[in-house]
């Protein structure tokens, strides 16, 4: 398909901002308003998302849709948009999980409007970084993404809010201060006086050492945002602070943006420093799986458990990447998608159970399966996807993951999937405690979902359930990518 | 002699003999005097920005007009007009002593203009005293004549000791070379530079400069006199002060060439220090100004990054960077000058539920706070991305290591404020807090600043480097 010189992916970031000004424009009380505008602009991008996923171009693979402006002359820092293989997974990801948190959102009444502006500037970060090919735009987008955060946990939030925020912030913060100074590092190293991403990818450019050096510090800053042990401990504490959407988001995308970016940055600037710290890369991520699932086994807030869970199965992406292989990579990128969708119905359905019941306690629930029998299917099934039953998305990227990680790394491979079973145990027990056995008396009078609040739940679920029947729709889309990448490698 | 190159500085003399007639007629109309100054700070900027295209010696050729020291002009009358718009409401200040504080306003602003100049030591000397007399002054003129004595004095004590260890800096570097002038110090001193006498030299001579800056060990007086002074008076010497020390700083570290070892190792201690120092005590501060003044002191910290560079690229970082300072600092204090309408010190929890009350300002006031904890897509960002990157070309990847994690560090104060004026909920219902028209556009004009030259800097970059490109 040929598709002119349409700046599809700006249009992408024009829909977020323009739904941006839409909410600043609109008055505090017309809250209503403000929200059928959120609805709009986000499905707007979630439709363009999925036309650029369509429309992407298989049989020509490599950067697609490319954008590019010269923007500060003096530093070499372009505006330079691209998809790929890579990306446009994750740009699909983020329209998806964007669309149905806003969605999920919509029994919202406190600070409406702050929170949806909050809301689209944090997701303009998300799509920006996705997109960037020029390090300076993904440093910006990653901190754009981030600094709402803040405010959206620490305002909107439950649970130690407060704590939780700052927290987050800070470690988040604290790997973009590994980030820049590894950008900057990069940068100036080549000497080429540009911050293009593709310019500096030409092999040869980097000693063998600076770029050990500077994966290491790249690895670590977007480590830190990935949920990778044992710079994970902000994430279940951030994930409990935040409210519904924001969880979503951030489990679901924005934990992404740490894998992505050790993916678009630390990998393909230094492929020698990754084959160098591979063996490291995979000790974290298996001990990550691992420990995870041991301590979502003792919680007993639903969100912690998610949390916990989240870490373990970012672990399995963390091991993609490291055993440095075409199904390595397909398993980390598809595993990131899949994760992202399950998480987002995950916390969208303990929002909602929060929201009625007013606890997050796995004791003082019980039963909810007779109470509420579509708030907890929804769960049920992000609980059976976590656990990487077959026919949901994340089987097929644990699967491809453990099988590339037996052939590395044999030892470590084993003990991680001894995590996985560990999760479905932890999974199994938080179900049956939460949605079977006797129902608790108090919560008898609750209802359940009205078929409008289902739409966002129903659409994550279809997802879930259409790639874990058709992987090859997405395994096609990474396969782009990520041939040419493992190709490349000096051997 | 070409006296119309001196244009900028009569210009600025005369505004003081202004106020200075009007004090002596004992005009006592407030309004009539803040829209004079207003009206002399408006057309100061014009004069500036008119003279930017001149060049040449004057006096002797002790006192230098270049595309550097213009630009640096540009950017206090800047400054001085930025904080007389802040003056509707001088409350700090008793009402008799308004003309003297305008008065002494436009003499510190000339002489600083003086300072950026200057190229001979005599009137580095001099000129600095002169900025510095002038601020010991206004500080004391603060209503609550305790506060504000006690905060002059200190300022003053300070003050004199690093002069006059800068005094006897000039005495030694003289000793040394023979010379007076700075572009004789350029041929006589890289030769020299390894001498016990020339390093002593040049390090005591630095310190009046740090007292400038507020760098450790000359940063005491800061957080007293932030607090002291009356609150226009301290966003002045936040931002207009620092740009002035941050010029003669480079001015004079561009006289050791791009000389590595002992020059460049202390300036790294005394940077890593400062960021350390200041970013560590900011964090339990409570009073807003206080806070203000130990986040100055970790800036001084990261321009002199840049500056240590002794290079093209790093200069001009440093002096983006002390723009960014200017409009950053500058929305901190139009906040705290119109929450605290009274001229009192305000707290960090005064600020509580800021954002019902003038959303407007509580928006400026977080975008400020960011850009000041260096994240994009704000000017701070860019002034730290382009000091960084020149601090990195000679390879000080240890030192931006440090530099970032005292920014995280920082990050946790700058959120307090955020916090504050966000989250925290008043006591009482706090009544609606009016913001004028002429203040909105105010604020409106440093939002786009700090935005738009976050996001597309180009333009200045070109400029911070054209201007700093003399100086070699």
Redesign the interface.
Known sequence: MILGGFPYLTSILMACLLGLGGILMLPAERALAIKKVSALFSGITLVLSLFLFVAYDRELGGMQFVEKYLWVEALGIYYHNAADGFSLPMLLLTGIVFFTAVLTMWELEHRVKEFFALFFLLVTGVFGLFMSLDLFFIFVWYDVSLFPMYLLIAVWGSTRKEYGAMKLTLYLLAGSALILPAIIFLVVKAGLNTFDLTALMQPGLFTPYEQKLAFLLLFIGFGILAGVWPFHTWSPVGHVAAPTAVSMVHAGVLMKIGSFGILRIAIYLCPEGWQYWSQAMALLAAVGIVYGALVGLGQTDLKYVVGYSSVSHMGIVGLGLATVSVDGLNGAVFQMFAHGVMTALFFSSIGYIYDKTHTKMIDELGGLNRIMPKASAFFILAAFAGIGVPCLASFWGELIVFMAAFKAFPLRGIAAISGLVISALFMLRVVQKTFYGPPNPKLAHLVDMSPALSVPRVILAAVIVLFGLFPSLLFDVIQTASLPLIGGLTP | MNWALFNTEIFYFCAAVVFLVLAMLRQTGHRTSYHTALFLAALGVVVCIGTLHLDGLLFLESYRIDLFSQVCKALLAMGLLLVVCLCSELEGVAAEWHNEFYMLLFTCTLAMMLLVSSVHMITIYVSLELSSYTLYVMVALRRDKVTGTKAALKYFLVGVVASAVMLFGLALLYAACGATYLTDLVRLLPPLLNRPLVMTALLLTLCGFFFKLAVFPFHFWAPDVYAGAPNQLAAYIATASKVAAIAILMRVTAVAGDATGFLVDSLVVVAIVSMTVGNLVALVQKDLKRLLAYSSIAHAGYVLIGILSLTPAGYSGALFYALALVVMKFTCFLVVIKVADDGRNIDLDQLAGL?RRAPLLAMALMLAV?GLAG???TVG?TAK??V??AA??NGY?TL??IA??N??IS??YY?LI??AA??TEPAAEPAPMPVSGPVKGLVFALVGTMLVTGI???YL??LA?RATRVLF
């Open positions: 954002h960011f994240i994009p897509p960002f991305l382009l960084f990157n990195m070309q990847l931006i290591l970032m994690f920014v995280v990050l946790y959120l955020v916090k966000y989250l597309a800097p180009h970059i070109e480097r």
